[in-house]
């Protein structure tokens, strides 16, 4: 039958491709349990002789990862927490208020997702100076402290709620911010995880601001610091790729973990776009 | 009498119907506006200091001359002059125009292929799927990282499994007709995945039973792919297109892991120059100004899609 056969063969382009896809992410792991002298041998070995972790101790040792990791945790968390606060407020008051200039903050918000990030590189900078946050959380933390992004997702379900019961609570007398704690978010918790998943992400993988706004090593985030890692050991093979495992794996982690929702969610605000 | 017909009525609008508006109803108005303005404060405060106030300044600082060291100096367009004579600069949009020109409609007809062979019933589907979004979700940094050592001349995997088919060791990075081809590949390697996603969701748009009626009339699957899904999906097409011009005009991480904008210039794209010339050099009032460029270029490349392109876009 027709239709097995073409499934036959979008099996098999869909292997080849996954493999592709895959396969740097597999040389990164199996690389990084290499012996060092092992990496440089031609041709190149596709499982180690015996793996080792001594990569990691020694990347892990080499650079203060421990610090890296924890800063970016203290950003992620402070701007996963902004976001979804922040976020829900804004939210909140596009879908379901009316007030003047409402639609036109909107479509402003929306309009500053397509200012590319690289030309705020320069004035962000000195601006972050003159606050004398060079160097600090704060840095870090406040410019990105609401995001849009997450607003628009939020705003977008809040929309799908119901006026009814937003008129039902008026009438019982409940005022606008405890509807929007007692009512609202028990409502909106899939998309709210969806927003703390994206600003996870997003804080782990960010890389322009955290190297603008920092240069001390104790205040370096991952990606800088593997950044950093690389110009350093750039040939060290080996420890590099343990390295950059640590920072990725978190990633791959959480996103099999709870990758519908996340898939969901850029489908959603792609399809609205 | 205020009766607004753009938006439904509430149970505000109601009690001013016929009676203009009482005291209170104004004085909940009033409340209305504030509590709403307040909400959205925390972003509108942002978005003035970090966007609104921040570009005015970039405006300003363009027009001068400053390096941090010594006190800055106007010097009215100078920089934009320097900047039209600057061989660097020139250099850098064609770098990154060749970037972006087969960048993004390789990804975007990959991704489109892809997600038309995924849009059927199979069983795998969802893990296919998970698959090839995995690159995307993973950082530009740690996933250039990676590749740089793939790309290695003498122990790179990629040029062990092209000596499979006969092809020489390559310097796939170190040599300046081979770099910007490189950095393209891990660029559509990294963003298929979200174009396969967008694409999956537009296919949903598309009733069955064009393909039905066409598999009847002895249509293919070439052909209903040809004639039936390529514009229905017009509208996504569009819209991934000015999402992939918009990213790959911004192209900054792969370059500053990979090759730091050389050999010789050949991936010195914008976004690098401009960082090298504010971090580098110091020179932030020429890079503001090559900011602005920049950014007129993204605008410009925007509106004229949106000019031209969306008159291809078949609605249904």
Redesign the interface.
């Known amino acids: 039958m027709r239709t097995r056969r073409l499934n036959l063969v979008v099996h098999i382009v869909m292997i080849l491709l996954l493999l592709g896809m895959n396969l740097p992410f597999f040389w990164m792991v199996s690389t990084s349990l290499k012996a060092p002298k092992e990496v440089f041998t031609y041709p190149p070995k596709w499982f180690p002789e015996t793996p080792i972790l001594e990569n990691y101790i020694n990347a892990w040792n080499a650079v203060p990862f421990a610090r890296y990791i924890f800063n970016t945790l203290v950003v992620a968390l402070a701007k996963m927490s902004g976001h979804v606060f922040f976020g829900i407020l804004a939210a909140y008051a596009f879908a379901k208020m009316r007030f003047r200039g409402a639609k036109f903050m909107f479509y402003l918000f929306l309009s500053t997702m397509m200012i590319p990030g690289e030309v705020n590189m320069v004035p962000g900078f000195i601006i972050i100076r003159a606050f004398g946050w060079i160097d600090t959380y704060r840095a870090l933390i406040i410019p990105g402290l609401t995001d849009v992004f997450a607003i628009f997702l939020l705003r977008q379900f809040f929309l799908s709620i119901p006026r009814d019961l937003d008129d039902a609570a008026k009438i019982d007398g409940c005022g606008r911010f405890r509807y929007v704690v007692q009512v609202i978010v028990p409502l909106s918790k899939p998309v709210i995880f969806t927003v703390i998943l994206f600003s996870f992400l997003a804080t782990w993988n960010d890389f322009l601001g955290p190297l603008i706004y920092t240069n001390s090593e104790s205040m370096r985030v991952v990606q800088v610091g593997i950044a950093v890692f690389q110009t350093k050991f750039a040939y060290d093979y080996a420890e590099l790729m343990a390295a950059t495992t640590m920072v990725t794996l978190p990633v791959i982690i959480v996103f099999l973990f709870v990758q519908r929702h996340f898939i969901e969610g850029i489908t959603m605000s792609g399809m609205k776009a | 009498m205020m009766l607004k017909a753009k938006?439904?009525m509430?149970?505000e609008d109601r009690g001013t119907l016929n009676r203009g508006m009482s005291a209170v109803a104004k004085r909940q108005r009033f409340i209305?506006?504030f509590?709403?303005?307040l909400?959205?404060s925390?972003?509108?405060i942002?978005?003035l200091?970090?966007?609104v106030?921040?570009?005015g300044?970039?405006i300003f600082?363009s027009f001068n001359r400053w390096s941090i060291l010594r006190p800055m100096k106007f010097v009215g367009l100078e920089n934009y002059a320097y900047l039209l004579r600057d061989p660097i600069f020139w250099n850098s949009l064609k770098v990154t125009s060749y970037f972006a020109v087969v960048a993004v409609p390789v990804t975007i007809a990959l991704g489109m292929v892809?997600a038309f062979?995924?849009n059927?019933d199979?069983k795998?589907r969802?893990f296919?799927?998970?698959?090839?979004?995995?690159?995307v979700?993973?950082?530009?940094?740690?996933?250039g990282?990676?590749?740089?050592?793939?790309y290695?001349p003498?122990?790179g995997?990629l040029n062990?499994l092209l000596s499979f088919v006969g092809m020489p060791k390559q310097n796939w990075l170190g040599d300046p007709k081979l770099a910007m081809p490189s950095l393209i590949v891990v660029s559509v390697?990294k963003d298929?995945?979200?174009n396969v996603?967008?694409f999956?969701?537009?296919l949903q748009g598309i009733s069955r039973t064009y393909y039905d009626a066409a598999a009847i009339d002895g249509a293919n699957?070439l052909r209903q792919f040809r004639h039936i899904t390529v514009p229905l999906l017009s509208p996504?097409t569009f819209?991934l297109f000015i999402l992939n011009t918009?990213s790959a005009?911004?192209v900054?991480?792969s370059v500053?892991?990979m090759t730091k904008g050389e050999p010789l210039h050949a991936t010195n794209v914008?976004?690098y120059a401009?960082?090298a010339t504010?971090?580098g050099d110091l020179q932030?009032g020429y890079?503001?100004a090559w900011?602005?460029v920049?950014?007129f270029i993204?605008f410009i490349l925007?509106m004229l899609n949106f000019r031209f392109g969306e008159r291809k876009v078949h609605y249904q």
Do not use: H, K, N, Q
């Not at chain 2, 799927?129 to 995995?134: A, D, F, K, S, T």
């Open positions: 938006t439904p509430t149970l209305e506006t509590t709403g303005w909400y959205i925390p972003p509108t942002l978005f200091v970090f966007g106030f921040s570009l300044f970039s600082l892809i062979l995924l059927r199979i795998a969802a296919y799927r998970l698959m090839v979004y995995l690159p979700v993973t950082s530009m940094i740690s996933v990282i990676v590749w740089r050592m793939l290695d003498e122990v995997l062990y390697w298929l995945g979200f996603i967008i999956l969701a537009g699957i996504t819209l918009i005009f911004r900054f991480g500053f892991v914008i976004s401009i960082y504010a971090f932030f890079a503001a900011s602005w920049l950014f993204i925007t």
